[in-house]
């Protein structure tokens, strides 16, 4: 594979997801990695017992099921990390920061491994070696300065082990603030809110057996072919056995159409694949809170005609009125929202919004998925409140076969959470730490995202550190979040490779090399594991497998440790000695987070433990006791108000996704087989009529404006126009490219979220060639 671009080539891809196309790939990726035959190992070793959790998705796996289990992406992740490339002094000697700042994200990556803690020395504009011993008393020296903790910022990217995210979040409270900003506040912190309110609890209800149970699984606003691989398998099981696969998608994801399996040789020789999807529906960019209501309304409408004729309800009235609170209400709006309205709104036809009512109705069990079309919108809330109400009209909540199913983006993004990585922490978390460690936990609210961008925009906060992620360019509106970054008096990044955030430096800056989850982890006791939580609840083990490129490399756990040690001494508890053996973390962890006593007991056990999910059981931890159906109105327009009072009017809405070649900001390649896309990511999705109204022509290059009412400029130049089969007024690009185009202030409605889905934009011809990347 070559750094510079194929010829740039787009040509709608013909075979089914995974299968060859899959196998060519990876094979690619193994023989560019240097080392393949010692990857291969690893790749064995992936989500086995005794091996290490994948670092791609947080898809989990059957618990008693030994076979194989990685894909295509995790493979490209694996390969990722454990390359033998190099990022080391000798590298930092021969770039300026403002050199490399010139390289793409591709390029940046692909350099290989961060191999030693470095510095950045403005005088010079280089990053030069440091010492560990430097580095972390460089970081007290700030966080002792501050007037007051709040003033610094702690982000964490969902790769962080429970390990390495509970000592954080000690150190950051005994340090004093909540300000917690994650990646889960860009992803799925508005399914954690929504489910929080409407059920007790803000994480999937589902296990992975569940899967096998369903008489229909719905996949909404999610791309699990490129996404969530390991996804597919149990999909194409359940349309074995007659299952139905329901998609809301705008897009015709291969994935969701048809696909070939990997391990089934036969397959693979015949070419051949089963019909996956049994109806796709593809709704307008946010319509699906419109098409949920457009399905509850139509059952309202059978149950009363059933009820009529003596015949066999729709509703679950048992269920109703054990477990539910609000139905009243919530019939209620149904019976005021016009068909019309919820027609115009989802972009979908009355029949075919009848045809998923019918289709939900038709089966008995029902498992609702939902990734990040549905979360990053400023309704995501209302949206995912009303997927739950739908679920509780039919009983499709706490039995087997049925249930909710937000499905998570990082490996351990949702461990993260219950290790208490929360900006909004639950009281019992701080009663449980302060009772523990006998310090006084900060009781205010702290940071998200979006604030901690702010508060480094008008310089309220000083100091920002990252355990992991790249914080510049996941966030939007990059030009403002680069100039927060470099607001600050002091930035640390705790990194395994190279990104654009340790280019966008403070005036200190510090690159703090870490293991990555491959990677051996061995200290004063020997080799440490590591957990993980998967999308199910599942908490296991992970034992790195590959030989560390350097002795300078130190473990997530160990950096948190030595930044805690430097700045507040052994409080509250001794960190070395936390260090020297991570079942002692494991311990607190027990004492602290509730469902993990005897953690190191019965993480022992192979496929590792479940950690329960009271709304799976039917307990509702919710104000009212009950699981709680929530009357939110629609969206009066899905155009926001800041939109139309710019005064100009949209040419179209974009959506921001991933390509099939990338992990978040991480990009493999600058390829998007399934969507046909060859050697470029600088690329806008277009409905050919909307080409033709805007006056327009395939492979044309454009420069693209967002739309937003606080008269600021943003701008993209140079993308390549792409007619695609995408329904008319919509427009989809690459993220993290297209980041520069979302509003700060465009954030979901008490999530805070940034509406990476829904970005009003206009185009117009390029002003200049397109920049190579
Ligand atoms: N290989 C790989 N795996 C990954 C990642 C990766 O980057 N690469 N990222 C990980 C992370 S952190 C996450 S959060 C997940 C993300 O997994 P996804 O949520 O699958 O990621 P996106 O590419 O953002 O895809 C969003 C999908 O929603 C659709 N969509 C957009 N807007 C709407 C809408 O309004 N309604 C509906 N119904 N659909 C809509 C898009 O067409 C697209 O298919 O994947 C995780 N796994
Ligand atoms: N426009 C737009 N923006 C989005 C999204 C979108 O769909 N559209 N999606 C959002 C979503 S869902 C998410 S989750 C965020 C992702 O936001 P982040 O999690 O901040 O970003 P990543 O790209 O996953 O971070 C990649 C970097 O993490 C580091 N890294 C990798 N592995 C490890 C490890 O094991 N340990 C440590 N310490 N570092 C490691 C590497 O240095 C790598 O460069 O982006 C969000 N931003
Ligand atoms: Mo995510």
Known sequence: MSLQPVNPRYKPYKGAAAGWGALISVTQFWLDSKQPFKNLRALLKTNQNGGFDCPGCAWGDSPEDGRIKFCENGAKAVNWEATKRRVDAKFFAKYSVSQLREQSDYWLEYQGRLTEPMRYDATTDRYVPTSWDDAFSLIAKHLKNLETPNQAEFYTSGRASN???FLYQLFVRAYGTNNFPDCSNMCHEASGVALIQSVGIGKGSVTFADFEHADAIFVLGQNPGTNHPRMLEPLREAVKRGAQVVAFNPLKERGLERFQHPQHALEMLTNGSEPLNTAFFRPALGGDMAALRGIAKFLLQWEREAVAKGEKPVFDHAFIAEHTDGVDAYLAVLDETSWESLVEQSGLSLEEIEQAALMYRRAEKV????AMGITQHVHSVATIQEIV???LLRGNLGRPGAGLCPVRGHSNVQGDRTMGINDRPPVLLLDNIEKRFQFKVPRDNGHNTVEAINAMVDGHAKVFIALGGNFAQATPDSPRTHQALQNCDLTVQISTKLNRSHLTTGKDA?????LGRTDIDIQATGPQAITVEDSFSMIHASYGQLEPLSKEM???????AGIAKATLGNHPVDWDAMIADYSGIRDLIADTIPGFQDFNTRVQHPGGFYLGNSAGARQWK??????????NALLADLLPPQVRNSGQTPDLILQTMRSHDQYNTTIYGL????RGVRGQRD???????????LGYKHGQKVDITSLWDDGVERKVVGFTLLSFDIPAGQAAAYYPEANPLVPLQSVGLGSHTPTSKFVAIRLHAAQETARIL
């Open 683 to 693: 690329v806008l999705f277009v409905n050919e009529a909307d080409l033709t109204r």
């Open 671 to 674: 390829d998007d087989r399934y």
């Open 389 to 391: 109400n739908l679920q």
């Open 554 to 560: 130190r473990s997530e756990p160990a950096i948190v």
């Open 163 to 165: 390990e390495a995210a």
């Open 622 to 631: 919710t104000n009212t006791g009950k699981a709680n159906f929530k009357s």
């Open 367 to 370: 498992i609702m998925c939902w």
């Open 510 to 514: 510090l690159i703090l090399p870490c």
